[in-house]
């Protein structure tokens, strides 16, 4: 609740005149449960506050007598600008957004696992792998809400994009097994790091109502 608290009174501090403002809830991706704030600038343009938590997922399987277990967690906050270039509810949308969202693999069992090309037996040890969003990345989109209109309900939609790269980290134990060195975990970290390199955004989507008041 204190992260919520945060960016919304971010946003709030802009709100003292007497111009309608607006708070919102909704449901979306990648963060599940979105609570905001927004305040119009004029007939044109208007800026937000929003946070976006509650999703996490987990799994847990077994792949050549490897076991693994996977969790995803993913929240965020956001601040946000707002164009409405046609005087209607369309509007463009320019901003930053503070991300945590991770995705955590950790493997351990009787099987073999491939370590930059070397096999070894992964009996009694463990390969962990890290993968994570950068915290801070520019965020464009495109929306629907949130312009000048009368109090009272109403409904708002977002689409959008941040820019960012995932990067991966490795924790294992087997340094020291079947020739198995720390460079040959860098390598297949790195090996890691080249395979994600196409992965350059994240997609979002919020969509839910709003309160004007």
Do not use: C
């Amino acid at each position: 609740m204190k992260k919520q608290l945060f960016w919304l009174a971010a946003l709030a501090a802009l709100g003292g005149g007497a111009q309608a403002q607006d708070i919102y809830g909704g449901l979306g991706l990648p963060g599940l449960y979105t609570l905001g704030y927004a305040h119009p600038l004029g007939g044109k343009w208007g800026v937000r506050g929003e946070y976006a938590t509650g999703l996490s997922w987990t799994s847990t399987g077994s792949d050549s007598g490897v076991n693994y277990s996977a969790s995803l967690r993913s929240s965020r906050g956001g601040l946000f600008a707002d164009w409405f270039p046609f005087g209607g509810g369309f509007r463009f949308v320019g901003g930053v957004t503070a991300n945590d969202t991770k995705l955590e693999i950790n493997a351990a069992g009787t099987g073999t696992a491939t370590i930059n090309n070397k096999s070894v037996n992964m009996a009694g040890h463990y390969f962990n792998v890290s993968l994570k969003y950068p915290t801070a990345t520019p965020y464009l989109g495109v929306g629907y809400g949130h312009q000048v209109s009368t109090k009272g309900l109403g409904f708002y939609a977002d689409l959008g994009l941040s820019f960012g790269r995932f990067s991966a980290d490795v924790s294992t134990d087997l340094v020291g097994q079947a020739g198995i060195t720390q460079a040959d975990v860098d390598a297949q970290k790195q090996q890691m790091n080249d395979s994600l390199g196409g992965l350059r955004y994240l997609p979002s989507f919020s969509a839910g109502m709003v309160y004007r008041y």
